[in-house]
């Protein structure tokens, strides 16, 4: 199956910015499987849609805040790196996915939050987008909550309130 299936237009005002103040409420879309008719519920009425038998399943992981925004050293080109998981905590080496890649190469330093208070070097390319990334001794890449902004933090805190209980996911 070809990934551009899935690609299509979906308009800004159906992409919800902030979770429901109360969380029952939360829009919850219904598709009949026989007619293919679509309705709109909110999630509270979701138990209405069970039969005897039927199993729900939750995902209690929580989200790993990953995403960081930087530039690149020399060229002050803007980059984002996706880390995905720390490869040696002694050697501070972390397994990062970068956009736009082409513009990532071994031996670039990258730098990240305001002053360049992080900085990482590329040491090896893994895939088409992959890369391994090697901190530097001057702060902890476990800050890097602390680069993201208040408000995807607070949304993230939120979520985490409602739906998780595993740690480090």
């Given at each position: 199956?070809?990934?551009?299936?899935?690609?299509?237009?979906?308009?800004?005002?159906?992409?919800?910015?902030?979770?429901?103040?109360?969380?029952?409420?939360?829009?919850?879309?219904?598709?009949?499987?026989?007619?293919?008719?679509?309705?709109?519920?909110?999630?509270?009425?979701?138990?209405?849609?069970?039969?005897?038998?039927?199993?729900?399943?939750?995902?209690?992981?929580?989200?790993?805040?990953?995403?960081?925004?930087?530039?690149?050293?020399?060229?002050?080109?803007?980059?984002?790196?996706?880390?995905?998981?720390?490869?040696?905590?002694?050697?501070?080496?972390?397994?990062?996915?970068?956009?736009?890649?082409?513009?990532?190469?071994?031996?670039?330093?990258?730098?990240?939050?305001?002053?360049?208070?992080?900085?990482?070097?590329v040491i090896d390319n893994t895939t088409?987008?992959?890369?391994?990334?090697?901190?530097?001794?001057?702060?902890?890449?476990?800050?890097?909550?602390?680069?993201?902004?208040?408000?995807?933090?607070?949304?993230?805190?939120?979520?985490?309130?409602v739906y998780t209980s595993a740690k480090?996911?």
């Open positions: 199956m070809k990934l551009s299936k899935f690609k299509f237009t979906l308009p800004k005002d159906a992409i919800a910015e902030h979770p429901a103040k109360n969380r029952d409420e939360s829009r919850l879309m219904v598709v009949d499987r026989k007619t293919g008719k679509i309705e709109h519920k909110v999630f509270k009425d979701v138990l209405k849609y069970f039969n005897d038998g039927d199993v729900m399943i939750l995902n209690d992981t929580k989200v790993f805040p990953a995403r960081m925004y930087g530039n690149k050293e020399k060229t002050g080109a803007k980059i984002e790196v996706f880390l995905l998981r720390e490869l040696n905590r002694e050697s501070r080496l972390w397994d990062v996915l970068v956009d736009p890649a082409r513009k990532i190469r071994i031996g670039n330093k990258l730098y990240f939050g305001e002053n360049d208070l992080l900085v990482a070097e088409s987008r992959g890369r391994t990334l090697k901190e530097n001794l001057l702060i902890r890449i476990r800050t890097v909550t602390k680069l993201f902004t208040l408000h995807a933090k607070e949304q993230l805190l939120r979520q985490r309130q480090n996911c």
